[in-house]
Each structure stands twice: as structure tokens, then as C-alpha cells.
């Protein structure tokens, strides 16, 4: 198998502006979020908890043999996520420093502690975790990227120190995963225990891998059938209102996996294409940017122009946070992942 599936990161690009819809939340009521589809379209952060399980062991599952490397392998990870994760708290931090009643303030009545300790705990990749506690990070999103790589130092330390039980101990980790998430009642944890979230769908994705390396499948058939699927089960969890039944959603996001590196039908050519690899390309960037662009545009609109509050508008203000998000992020990923992430590399060879 290539060591990157490029309709994995085209459909990782359509989730991560599905994101975007998803936090656009200021006006609940809106039929634009009000609707089972894009309140659930958080489910889409477990995607790419497995699709990074999937890669990653697809790239470093039989090459971490010696601390050397899985300290490499940090190394690495670390570049990857770090410079945008950096670069986006502080401008969150300085719009809200920009004055106590600034309106890009996310949390009203806060100084400046309370922003540089969120901070800490993002920029020391806890802030999915309760170590500092369990804040909301400035820039909201950021928990899943200390889930990410809390999720890297677990895989490095199993394929290190146990290579021989690594399929067992991931395979534990899963499980325990799932119970930890069964017991506390609630599946979507995020800011205090979302490494655990974080884990189980990272475990699938190793499997995931496994299952793909060892048979060569061909289910065109199925894609369009498994996106019927995907949405009939996000319909039912949320007629039903059944929480931990959410815990199937890895399992299936798996599937999807399964299914889309084994295609090769109209939806993974249309996912192959350059507005969608690019999409997926800059897709961290876009999920990293999004909140501070919803929170611009909706400022920008219904504060200062004073636009009315109906749904052409809620529609206006998506369709521009969508827009101005990906434009954005086009520079974040030139300048900051790419450019950073060299400098960076050089530097620590």
C-alpha cells in the first residue's frame, strides 16, 4: 500500500469544513445548525483521530525499533502539529487582550491569567486532558491536537517497548478506552478526558492498517452505500438521543476507511481531485482557524454592519466563514506549517 491514500486526505478536507458548519453556532435556533446532521458533524474529529492511527502506523508501524528513532519519530510529530497549534493560540490570545469588553472575547469577565494558563495548557499539548484542569482552550478546537499527540507518544512507547505484543497492547488500550468512556456516561469528552476519546479511535485506525496490509480488497460497490449508512446512524443517535451509542462511530469511521482505500468509484475519483486534495492539504490549518474566523465574521456582520437576524443571513455569515477560513488557511499552511515546520527541520537535524 502507498504510504499516503490521497482520497483519505480529500474526504478529511470535507469533514474538517463540516466542522466549520458545526461550530457555527451563535444562532442555535438556525435550520442551518438545528439539524441532526451538522449538530452531530462533531462526530468528524473522530475521523481523523483514526485516519492519523491509519497513517501513521501505515508509515512508522514496523520503524520505531530503537529510542534514537521514536525520538525522531516525536521529533517529527512534534513539527507537524506545533508551529500552527502556536501560531493560533496567540492570535486568540491577542483578540482577547484587545480590550475587557473586546468582542472576540469567548469567555467574558477573564484578565490575563486566565489566558496564558488556557494557553499553557494547550501549548503543553494537556488540554485534553485534566493535568491544568479541564479549560476550554482559547481557540476551542486545539483539544483534539493534545489527544493527537498524547496519542503519538502512546503509539511510539508500544511499538518501542513491546513489538512483539504491539497488536495485543493496542488492542487493551482500546478496550479500556471504550470502558474509561462507558463509565463516565458521556462519549463526546473533549477538554478533560478527550486523550482517552482520543485513544480508542487512534487504536482503530492502527488496526485499520493492519487489516489493509495484510488483504487487498476492491468496494467501489459500497461507496455510496456506507455515506447513506454514515448519515442514517448520525439521524439515529440524535433522534434517539442515544449518547454512547456514539461509541460506534470509530468502528464505523473505520469501515469508511476500509472502504475508500479500497475504491475506486465516482465518489473516491471526485475525492481525488485538486479542489478536494487541497482541501486536505490544508485541512489542519483549516480546522485550527476556523473558530477565530466564525467568531470575525459573525462580529463583522451582526455587530458592526447590524445586519438582521434571519436565515439568508445565518446563511451568508456560513457561507463566508467557510470561504474566508479556507482562504485564510491557504497563507497559514504557506507560512506557518510549511515555512515554519523547514525552518524547524533544518534546525534540528
Not at 487512534?202 to 476492491?218: A, D, M, N, V, W
Not at 475506486?264 to 480546522?287: A, R
Amino acid at each position: 500500500m502507498k504510504n499516503r491514500v490521497e482520497q483519505l486526505d480529500g474526504l478529511r478536507g470535507i469533514f474538517a469544513v463540516l466542522v466549520i458548519a458545526h461550530h457555527h453556532n451563535a444562532f442555535k435556533e438556525s435550520i442551518l445548525y438545528n439539524n441532526f446532521f451538522v449538530i452531530n458533524a462533531s462526530l468528524f474529529v473522530d475521523f481523523f483521530f483514526v485516519l492519523s492511527g491509519f497513517v501513521i502506523a501505515l508509515n512508522y508501524v514496523d520503524r520505531i525499533q530503537t529510542t534514537g528513532d521514536f525520538l525522531t519519530f516525536l521529533k517529527k510529530r512534534f513539527i507537524r502539529l506545533y508551529p500552527l497549534l502556536f501560531y493560533t493560540e496567540v492570535v486568540f490570545v491577542i483578540a482577547n487582550l484587545l480590550g475587557e469588553k473586546s468582542a472576540f472575547k469567548n469567555v467574558g469577565g477573564m484578565g490575563l491569567g486566565y489566558y496564558l494558563y488556557t494557553s499553557l495548557d494547550a501549548l503543553t499539548f494537556m488540554g485534553s486532558s485534566t493535568v491544568f484542569g479541564g479549560w476550554i482552550s482559547n481557540n476551542y478546537p486545539s483539544w483534539s491536537i493534545s489527544a493527537e499527540m498524547i496519542s503519538y507518544v502512546v503509539f511510539g512507547l508500544v511499538v518501542l517497548a513491546l513489538p512483539r505484543l504491539k497488536y495485543p497492547a493496542f488492542a487493551l488500550i482500546g478496550l479500556l478506552s471504550a470502558i474509561f468512556i462507558y463509565s463516565r456516561g458521556e462519549y463526546l469528552l473533549a477538554y478533560d478526558y478527550g486523550y482517552v476519546r482520543g485513544l480508542l479511535c487512534f487504536s482503530l485506525g492502527i488496526f485499520t492498517h493492519r487489516l489493509l496490509r495484510e488483504k487487498t480488497y476492491q468496494l467501489s460497490a459500497f461507496e455510496i452505500p456506507f455515506l447513506l449508512f454514515l448519515i442514517l446512524a448520525m439521524y439515529l443517535v440524535h433522534l434517539w438521543d442515544l449518547n454512547l451509542w456514539k461509541l460506534a462511530f470509530p468502528f464505523i469511521f473505520s469501515i469508511g476507511i476500509v472502504i475508500f482505500a479500497s475504491s475506486s468509484g465516482v465518489v473516491t475519483q471526485m475525492l481525488s481531485s485538486k479542489p478536494f486534495q487541497y482541501l486536505g492539504k490544508i485541512s489542519y490549518s483549516i480546522y485550527l482557524n476556523h473558530a477565530i474566523v466564525l467568531i470575525f465574521v459573525n462580529i463583522v456582520l451582526f455587530r458592526l454592519l447590524k445586519s438582521p437576524e434571519n436565515e439568508g443571513m445565518f446563511a451568508v455569515s456560513l457561507l463566508s466563514s467557510i470561504a474566508l477560513t479556507i482562504f485564510y488557511s491557504h497563507f497559514t499552511y504557506e507560512f506557518v506549517e510549511k515555512r515554519v515546520g523547514k525552518f524547524l527541520r533544518d534546525k534540528w537535524r
